[in-house]
């Protein structure tokens, strides 16, 4: 994100005119619960006035956002005869989130009359998961975790490229009382078939993918800012804790 502070000088793309963001929110939630499972299911609007944004390098307040949301979450619980218990969780996250569109005339913003998709939000989220408890020291856990398609259209203008769906797994296990009471051990294994995955860039996120062939096209070119800025991959996690 940009840099949107009070005070600044224009390389850093600071404005000292600028005004604090504002937002107000309204949400609801129900909730339906039996002996082995519980469902929430959340909804939510936010309205949000003098929103920062930057436009051509200038740090500025434009007029309005809105963000309509839900989130549905939903567990099991079932005890069982040779271990401890089996859990099953999942969390469905949908969100709709526009800001009006502005341009640059004279240095000012302009209303265009026109709202567009925030363009780092994936409109839906699912993570979902299962944890094995064997007993009360020792458990192991899968975990899945999804995102939708950001379409290039729905990125920020300045940004050519979409950024992919992605569906990635995850496992850990963890041993309590390892050593000693309290003492915790866990060993987690992120993105386990290690799939390729971004995040919305940053800033113009404006480098696109296409190669700069000598520093002279860099400098001509001058769009250094990441359209897609990749996830980790597979990656591995020991540790050793002690919970007080």
């Known amino acids: 994100a940009p840099r949107l502070?009070?005070?600044?000088?224009?390389p850093s793309q600071s404005n000292p005119e600028i005004t604090p963001e504002k937002a107000s929110t309204a949400e609801g939630s129900i909730g339906y619960k039996t002996k082995y499972s519980?469902?929430?299911?959340?909804?939510?609007?936010?309205?949000?006035?003098?929103?920062?944004?930057?436009?051509?390098?200038?740090?500025?307040?434009?007029?309005?956002?809105?963000?309509?949301?839900?989130?549905?979450?939903?567990?099991?619980?079932?005890?069982?005869?040779?271990?401890?218990?089996?859990?099953?969780?999942g969390y469905l996250s949908y969100i709709n989130a526009t800001e009006d569109q502005y341009s640059i005339v004279d240095k000012k913003p302009?209303?265009?009359?026109?709202?567009?998709?925030?363009?780092?939000?994936?409109?839906?989220?699912?993570?979902?998961?299962?944890?094995l408890s064997f007993n009360k020291k020792i458990s192991t856990s899968l975990i899945a975790r999804y995102a939708s398609e950001i379409k290039a259209e729905d990125t920020i203008k300045t940004n050519p490229l979409s950024i992919p769906t992605f569906f990635v797994g995850d496992m850990n296990v963890v041993i309590r009382d390892f050593l000693f009471e309290n003492s915790r051990f866990s060993f987690?294994?992120?993105n386990i078939l290690d799939k390729t995955n971004f995040h919305a860039g940053?800033?113009?996120?404006?480098?696109?993918?296409q190669p700069i062939q000598n520093l002279k096209d860099f400098y001509d070119d001058y769009n250094i800012y990441n359209?897609?800025?990749?996830?980790?991959?597979?990656?591995?996690t020991v540790t050793l804790g002690v919970d007080f």
């Not at 979450?73 to 401890?84: I, Q």
């Not at 940053?202 to 993918?209: L, Y």
């Open 5 to 10: 502070v009070y005070g600044g000088w224009g």
């Open 38 to 89: 519980n469902f929430v299911l959340s909804t939510y609007y936010t309205k949000i006035t003098d929103k920062l944004t930057q436009l051509d390098g200038i740090a500025t307040n434009v007029d309005n956002g809105n963000v309509i949301g839900a989130d549905l979450h939903a567990k099991y619980v079932r005890p069982l005869t040779t271990f401890e218990n089996l859990q099953g969780w």
């Open 227 to 236: 359209s897609r800025l990749a996830q980790p991959g597979r990656h591995f």
């Open 188 to 190: 987690q294994i992120n």
């Open 110 to 131: 302009v209303a265009t009359n026109q709202t567009g998709p925030v363009g780092d939000l994936a409109t839906w989220r699912l993570r979902i998961g299962s944890t």
């Open 202 to 209: 940053v800033k113009e996120a404006n480098a696109g993918e």
